[in-house]
């Protein structure tokens, strides 16, 4: 039993490592994202809605069929059948049937219904392509400010790393009396400073993969993390297209011009449907019915011998009787229902043609509101087409400032490596005092954080240029 328990506790230890440890790739947050993120399952969802709808429409060209039966008992003052005298009696009734009814002709809606539904469907499929886009560069923004959270730390741990070795080795000048003791509080405050600036990069990194973490909506996020890949930067071919070719490959596909389009399609099918309501409708029809009843019946008629002869009036003259036979009813039990149902058989079927000539301006109504819908969707497709070229337009420009900035950046970071190796040298033979060297200690460190945020910058920014001409945002390999 004790081994069973060391057993099950090393388990549950090497699962719960592995989970600690596990680092999360771009690919993956991004499909992991695409899978649970709640907008993207509601808009599965009114896909599923309108593949229904696609359904519903469709059966709109079949027949409608309808059955019926019903049993009833009547309690109460009846007329008896074989004494024709109403007497309180209880009877029962069975009745059964059903009826076919199709639409022949309903002014062309029918078909324009399921036409609209198939296009219903299209858009719901770009609604929720463009619901997985957004979302994938909201990841991809995000993990790549943690990675760039990430760097940024490792810069500012290793400058610590040097402030440490020159607080070492300005405190050996100090006790030597090579130097005055206010550089060794400079090189003090530097260090102090520079661990206030781990602490916020520390912070940040905390902070970028918490937000991406919600985005994942993933609750352990406190040993949530990113894998540490390394980004090239290689210049897009897209940025050698001429900006027309760009714009030109945007609208051809783009997602929310293709989703504005077809809503534009489904108001227009919106108008023919409304429409459809000007024309008559022709139905037709068909219904079958049969009944049964459980009250005694009539089965004949027999001479009463008792009473053989009835008078039912007098001849004028002689008044003479006239006699007339008198029959009794004969009385038989109910017959059976199934031959009931067989003789009792009805059957009604023909045409209904529809007209319409006054609805209280309801169908006039209903097509000038659908035409306003139309011209509303009109304008939306043609703002999303502006817009689109405007988000290009800036896409283009930003990726190629993008790009002018992390060049400037590293030559920044150049200039500055070569000016804090100067300054280093003239700091080791007492030719520049300690705030000079820590000045030109700072500009270093800023240059090399200048060129980690210009890179993940440009970076984007490629991405996102890219993702507009039509290359997708992870390359399956």
């Not at 596990?22 to 993956?28: A, F, G, Q, V």
């Not at 043609?353 to 109504?365: W, Y």
Request: proline fraction near 2%; hydrophobic fraction near 40%; charge should be negative.
């Amino acid at each position: 039993m004790l081994i069973k328990r060391v057993v099950f506790f090393l388990l549950i230890s090497t699962s719960s490592l592995f989970s600690q440890e596990k680092k999360w790739t771009l690919e993956e947050c991004v499909n992991y994202a695409v899978e649970n993120n709640i907008s993207i399952q509601s808009s599965e969802l009114d896909l599923k809605t309108s593949e229904i709808n696609k359904k519903d429409a469709f059966g709109n060209f079949l027949p409608s069929v309808n059955a019926s039966a019903s049993h009833s008992w009547n309690i109460g003052l009846n007329q008896n059948i074989t004494t024709g005298l109403l007497e309180n009696q209880t009877t029962q009734f069975t009745s059964a049937g059903f009826n076919v009814g199709v639409d022949l002709f309903k002014g062309l809606q029918n078909q324009n219904q399921f036409r609209r539904a198939n296009l219903a469907v299209i858009a719901s499929q770009y609604q929720l392509t463009k619901m997985k886009e957004d979302i994938a560069l909201n990841i991809a923004n995000a993990y790549l400010q943690i990675l760039f959270n990430k760097e940024n730390l490792k810069v500012q741990q290793e400058q610590l790393q040097l402030n440490n070795e020159q607080l070492a080795r300005t405190q050996e000048l100090v006790d030597a009396g090579m130097v005055p003791q206010g550089d060794l509080l400079d090189v003090k405050a530097t260090v102090a400073s520079n661990k206030q600036a781990i602490i916020t990069a520390e912070n940040n990194l905390l902070i970028s993969k918490l937000s991406l973490a919600q985005l994942l909506r993933i609750e352990d996020f406190q040993s949530f993390d990113v894998a540490d890949e390394q980004l090239d930067i290689l210049e897009s071919e897209v940025l050698s297209e001429p900006f027309e070719t760009v714009i030109a490959k945007a609208k051809e596909s783009r997602t929310e011009l293709k989703l504005a389009q077809s809503n534009l399609e489904l108001a227009e099918k919106d108008v023919s449907i409304a429409k459809g309501a000007y024309y008559p409708s022709l139905t037709g029809f068909y219904s079958f019915n049969t009944r049964a009843s459980y009250a005694d019946r009539v089965t004949g008629f027999q001479l009463d011998s008792a009473n053989p002869t009835t008078v039912i009036g007098y001849v004028d003259g002689t008044n003479q009787n006239v006699l007339q036979p008198n029959f009794t009813a004969t009385v038989g039990n109910a017959l059976p229902v199934f031959e009931q149902f067989d003789n009792n058989k009805g059957q009604n079927f023909g045409l209904q043609l529809s007209i319409p000539i006054f609805n209280g301006l309801a169908a006039r109504n209903n097509v000038q509101r659908t035409k306003v819908a139309q011209d509303r969707a009109k304008l939306n497709y043609e703002q999303t087409e502006l817009d689109l070229e405007q988000n290009v337009f800036t896409a283009f420009s930003d990726t190629k400032a993008a790009k002018q900035s992390y060049e400037a950046a590293l030559q920044t970071l150049e200039a500055r490596k070569l000016s804090f190796n100067y300054a280093e040298e003239r700091y080791k033979v007492g030719m520049m005092n300690v705030f000079d060297y820590n000045q030109a200690q700072t500009a270093l460190t800023n240059a090399e954080s200048d060129v980690l945020r210009t890179k993940y910058d440009y970076i984007f920014r490629t991405k996102i240029l890219e993702f507009y001409f039509g290359i997708p945002l992870i390359q399956n390999n």
